[in-house]
């Protein structure tokens, strides 16, 4: 499976942006998909992560209220909508495939390359 993270950029804070993460692979669809992002100097964190039917999601308190995660499995596509974002959300967002939404949360298998948000104050 192969993933690539777009929609990054720079936005003012209280601005939205929508990430998308488009894979390739025949078990898009039967896969549970996070996101995940690293500001620099910190560690990686999770944000959020999506069922493979899209039934269940589960979101980090920090952006709980705020981003959405949503996927299209006709489109192998999986999104993050980014509301209300705050400067502390500024780091390199990645999405994620695993099994299921244990595995997608702690051990991914496939990781995409990320991409940058920079939120301005």
């Known amino acids: 499976v192969q993933l690539v993270e777009s929609g990054g950029g720079l936005v003012q804070a209280g601005g939205s942006l929508r990430l998308s993460c488009a894979a390739s692979g025949r078990t898009f669809s039967t896969s549970a998909m996070g996101w995940f992002r690293q500001a620099p100097g910190k560690e990686r964190e999770f944000v959020g992560a999506?069922?493979?039917?899209?039934?269940?999601?589960y979101y980090a308190d920090s952006v709980k209220g705020r981003f959405t995660i949503s996927r299209d499995n006709a489109k192998n596509t999986v999104y993050l909508q980014m509301n209300s974002l705050k400067p502390e959300d500024t780091a390199v967002y990645s999405c994620a495939a695993g099994g299921t939404i244990a595995v997608v949360t702690t051990r991914p298998y496939y990781w995409g390359q990320g991409t940058q948000v920079t939120v301005s104050s």
């Open positions: 999506i069922s493979w039917s899209g039934g269940n999601t």
